[in-house]
């Protein structure tokens, strides 16, 4: 029997330790949001954080699990509610065939928490291990971008500023008549 922590759950199951995390979350324990794309880490459909971290879970053995904390995209909202890059998904109109989508919702979820203001390079290296058939990579930066924070523009010191301190060295004396 091996424990593992699911969503926030601690989970029994009985399956050999060598059992990608993938076949665990799908036949185990019925978390079908995580998707089987091509078996290999290359598609980024079967993306799932391991202690926040994105990690392809058709590779990853549930052995390797063991103590850590795993979110699947079922558990990624708060309270029931929706996460904000789900929100933002629906707002930019991603999904087509919707099938990288819980693959690219969880890496782009982990990328934000890295970096809450991501610029396009940045965007687009965190979502280059994610395929999307259907082409919808604008929409899926637009998308983070409407999640992401704004980056405060620095202050900037002004460039010659004096200082005027009054004194009474050089004065004349003024006579009253």
């Known amino acids: 029997m091996i424990e593992i922590r699911i969503n926030g759950e601690v989970r029994q199951i009985d399956v050999d330790p060598a059992t990608p995390l993938l076949w665990v979350l799908r036949e185990n324990l019925g978390l079908t949001g995580t998707k089987y794309g091509c078996g290999i880490a290359q598609c980024g459909a079967c993306t799932v954080h391991l202690n926040g971290a994105a990690i392809r879970s058709c590779i990853t053995p549930v052995s390797a699990v063991l103590g850590a904390d795993v979110t699947t995209i079922e558990g990624v909202g708060l309270n029931g509610e929706r996460h904000p890059v789900q929100q ?73 500023v004096s200082i005027y301190e009054p004194s009474i060295a050089g004065l004349k004396e003024v006579k009253h008549v």
């Open 88 to 160: 933002a998904w629906i707002e930019e109109q991603v999904p087509q065939c919707g099938y990288c989508q819980s693959g690219q919702v969880m890496s782009a979820v982990a990328l934000l928490a890295a970096n809450p203001s991501p610029d396009d390079a940045a965007i687009d290296a965190a979502m280059s291990g994610n395929l999307c058939r259907c082409g919808m990579y604008g929409r899926i930066r637009r998308a983070i971008k409407r999640v992401s924070q704004p980056v405060a523009e620095p202050i900037s010191e002004p460039a010659a």
